[in-house]
């Protein structure tokens, strides 16, 4: 198994261990993301210093406050990394409001642009804001390859099978009430589907109200499996086939 978003230098323990304990559980890669200047540069360091981790690069829209043409430099010199696999996460969250719409905005954009520019996937984070992402995305991601982390528009399904988006799903999949996105998980097609952990948060079901950490994607992966009334292995084998796709790692 993979887990294709966790955030290494967020969990608690020691990143090394943290790793070590996804090598035990079975996770053959990990993605780790940076989320502005001093996390994109640990994501570098911990891709070079593991060679089953990887990093992804961009600028949270919790952090795009006074995004401006230094910023996006940056991202686009730690991209150019060879451990660096995709451009995120980016994207719009309306529900905290920690940056101003229009900052949020220009950073989405110069980030799908570069990542087109660059030929990379890039990575989407979208809450309460999702209008608004898929309007930019039909605009300006038609030659992105598009990875909706955490998905969390399971109305939205449709759109994405149209578009060809990736839907990685997280820890909350497996919660009692997410019926609607359960839902999303059986149906959509497998060349569509990943999943992940976004550790140290949303734990799945069988370790939820702990810190998460990507040794725990397996119950996700699982629980994914069970939904769409197919083995663990053959869940694995298709995400595995997936990430390695648009990931290229």
């Given at each position: 198994?993979?887990?294709?978003?966790?955030?290494?230098?967020?969990?608690?323990?020691?990143?090394?261990?943290?790793?070590?304990?996804?090598?035990?559980?079975?996770?053959?890669?990990?993605?780790?993301?940076?989320?502005?200047?001093?996390?994109?540069?640990?994501?570098?360091?911990?891709?070079?210093?593991?060679?089953?981790?990887?990093?992804?690069?961009?600028?949270?829209?919790?952090n795009a406050?006074?995004?401006?043409?230094?910023?996006?430099?940056?991202?686009?010199?730690?991209?150019?990394?060879?451990?660096?696999?995709?451009?995120?996460?980016?994207?719009?969250?309306?529900?905290?409001?920690?940056?101003?719409?229009?900052?949020?905005?220009?950073?989405?954009?110069?980030?799908?642009?570069?990542?087109?520019?660059?030929?990379?996937?890039?990575?989407?984070?979208?809450?309460?804001?999702?209008?608004?992402?898929?309007?930019?995305?039909?605009?300006?991601?038609?030659?992105?390859?598009?990875?909706?982390?955490?998905?969390?528009?399971?109305?939205?399904?449709?759109?994405?099978?149209?578009?060809?988006?990736?839907?990685?799903?997280?820890?909350?999949?497996?919660?009692?009430?997410?019926?609607?996105?359960?839902?999303?998980?059986?149906?959509?097609?497998?060349?569509?589907l990943l999943?992940?952990?976004?550790?140290?948060?949303?734990?799945?079901?069988?370790?939820?109200?702990?810190?998460?950490?990507?040794?725990?994607?397996?119950?996700?992966?699982?629980?994914?499996?069970?939904?769409?009334?197919v083995t663990?292995?053959?869940?694995?084998?298709?995400?595995?086939?997936?990430?390695?796709?648009?990931?290229?790692?």
């Amino acid at each position: 198994m993979v887990d294709t978003h966790c955030h290494l230098d967020s969990c608690r323990a020691p990143e090394a261990e943290i790793v070590e304990r996804a090598r035990a559980a079975g996770v053959r890669r990990l993605a780790t993301v940076g989320m502005d200047d001093a996390t994109v540069a640990r994501a570098l360091e911990l891709a070079h210093e593991h060679a089953d981790v990887f990093a992804i690069v961009g600028r949270h829209p919790h952090n795009a406050a006074g995004f401006d043409a230094g910023a996006l430099e940056r991202i686009e010199q730690a991209a150019r990394d060879g451990r660096a696999l995709a451009i995120g996460e980016t994207g719009l969250d309306y529900f905290r409001g920690r940056a101003p719409r229009e900052d949020q905005r220009r950073a989405f954009e110069a980030q799908v642009d570069l990542a087109a520019r660059l030929g990379l996937p890039v990575v989407i984070h979208t809450r309460e804001a999702e209008d608004d992402t898929f309007a930019i995305l039909r605009e300006r991601a038609a030659e992105v390859t598009v990875i909706l982390h955490c998905f969390s528009a399971p109305s939205r399904v449709e759109e994405c099978v149209e578009h060809g988006y990736l839907c990685s799903f997280a820890g909350n999949v497996t919660y009692p009430k997410a019926e609607a996105l359960r839902a999303a998980a059986r149906e959509l097609p497998e060349e569509l589907l990943l999943v992940e952990t976004d550790a140290p948060y949303l734990a799945p079901q069988p370790v939820r109200g702990k810190p998460n950490e990507p040794a725990n994607v397996v119950h996700t992966a699982r629980a994914v499996a069970e939904l769409r009334g197919v083995t663990y292995e053959e869940l694995e084998a298709a995400v595995e086939r997936n990430a390695a796709r648009v990931l290229g790692w």
